[in-house]
């Protein structure tokens, strides 16, 4: 049980190139999140996603795109990256079952710098 | 709308005394309230949650919280810490009441460095 991956863990782009960040859970969850993590800023919800097919805009959406084929996958896009879009980011998944207020699992995180 | 305060980006304490790290909320209804550690250079893990009932959680690594209804606040404790609890922590809420957001709103993160 391998809990949440991300791929790649590090990563440097060049300002307007683009890539994709895997990430991906084998707990079943229906739901994954993306997060960017700023010093100073905490965690802040890029997009996320209630199910295979399903996303949804976060807090913080704007350069980023997102997709879930398949349910144990989540993907985050960037078209055209930019140095504000350096950062560290999480990818989290989680059950949504009532009343039982389920705790997300976060993988190990992405570290991206954008030159 | 839900949000969570944590009114102290940082807290030092001596190895062997008790600490707390402050947490407070807001939601229209009842909430889930949760904390999560994060150790450098790690993704954040689930320390401990509530959900109903009794006000103290206990949770991982010896930590506890107190969840206080009048004071909107689950404010973390553990009663001696140590070295090994220097890390960041993070307090998250969401609103359990019909119509209520399914996503947990995050704090800042408190940074926690006990010395020995």
């Not at chain 1, 144990?72 to 140095?83: H, K, R, Y």
């Not at chain 2, 320390?47 to 949770?59: A, H």
């Not at chain 2, 991982?60 to 960041?88: M, R, W």
Request: hydrophobic residues 35%.
């Amino acid at each position: 049980n391998a809990g949440v991956t991300q791929t790649p863990k590090f990563r440097v782009l060049k300002t307007g190139q683009s890539m994709t960040l895997l990430c991906a859970q084998d707990m079943n969850h229906e739901y994954m999140y993306w997060y960017r993590q700023d010093p100073g800023m905490g965690l802040r919800l890029i997009h996320y996603s209630v199910g295979e097919g399903t996303t949804a805009k976060g807090e913080v959406p704007d350069g980023y795109n997102v997709s879930r084929l398949k349910k144990q996958n989540f993907l985050l896009g960037l078209e055209s990256a930019a140095p504000s879009q350096t950062s560290v980011y999480f990818c989290a998944s989680s059950y949504l079952r009532e009343p039982f207020g389920d705790e997300q699992f976060f993988g190990p995180g992405t570290r991206l710098t954008v030159l | 709308a839900q949000s969570v305060a944590q009114p102290e980006d940082q807290v030092n304490v001596a190895e062997g005394n008790p600490l707390t790290v402050k947490c407070t909320y807001s939601v229209s209804g009842n909430p889930y309230l949760f904390w999560y550690v994060q150790y450098p250079n790690r993704g954040l893990q689930f320390l401990l949650k509530y959900i109903t009932g009794d006000n103290l959680v206990k949770g991982s690594y010896g930590f506890e919280a107190e969840f206080n209804k009048s004071q909107t606040s689950f404010h973390l404790k553990k009663p001696s810490a140590l070295v090994s609890d220097s890390a960041l922590y993070f307090c998250a809420v969401r609103d359990r009441s019909w119509g209520g957001s399914y996503i947990p709103t995050f704090g800042r993160g408190t940074s926690l460095i006990v010395h020995p």
